[in-house]
């Protein structure tokens, strides 16, 4: 239907300047006898021209106040029922001397909403509370790089934190305070989007650790 619309303003549009070309062209004695006839002819067929040309207008204009903010087409997502041990895990490791360790490892998905790749995605996340810590950017888990392409619908995985186990270190804040440790902020940017942000509360003596911060 728009594109009909938009051919029938083209035809009105064309339609009045051929009456304009006639009047000047063909009918020009008989115009200059009969001026009242050339005024009426010409009004009709400049109306016929800014009529369609008004609407194209305003409707363009309509468009661009009333446009929607477009949002990043990258989606930060964090599970808190942590299907298949995706968002948290207890990471083990062995030391060159080949003792055992182990850490808490957390981690968000990092999602392409859109129907186009999104190229060159990185993360930075940043602790911005009153422990804070300088941002940085970890490398996606499947390619280990800092940088990666997300092809349309599809998603990667990213760490966002990581604490020592056990949890409780000597000298670490407890209780209440144990909120210091956060917030987190987390940003997601790539090539040519805007870039999506997430915030979370952050409180180690839980298993999840991240939580919304709207919430806390």
Known sequence: MGEWRSDYKV??????????????????????????????AAIIAIIMIVIPLSHTFFVWLKRRVNAPEIGSP????????NPARRFWSLIGYLDDAG???????????????????????????????????????????????EKCDINPGCSELIQVNTWPHPKVQVG???????????????IASGDDVLPAERKFAFNYETEQMLFDEEVY
Do not use: D
């Open 172 to 186: 670490m804040l407890a209780g209440r305070s144990a909120w210091g440790y956060g917030p987190i902020q987390v």
């Open 99 to 145: 003792k055992g360790h182990s850490y808490w490892e957390h981690r968000v998905e990092i999602r392409n909403t859109s129907q186009k790749t999104v190229r060159n995605v990185m993360v930075t996340v940043e602790r911005i509370g009153p422990c804070p810590q300088l941002p940085f950017s970890p490398p996606f888990k499947r390619s280990q790089l």
């Open 74 to 81: 990258l989606e930060i997502i964090f599970e808190p029922f």
């Open 11 to 40: 035809a009105i549009a064309g339609t009045g300047v051929a009456v304009l070309t006639t009047l000047a062209q063909i009918f020009s004695e008989y115009m200059r006898e009969h001026e009242y006839y050339a005024c009426i």
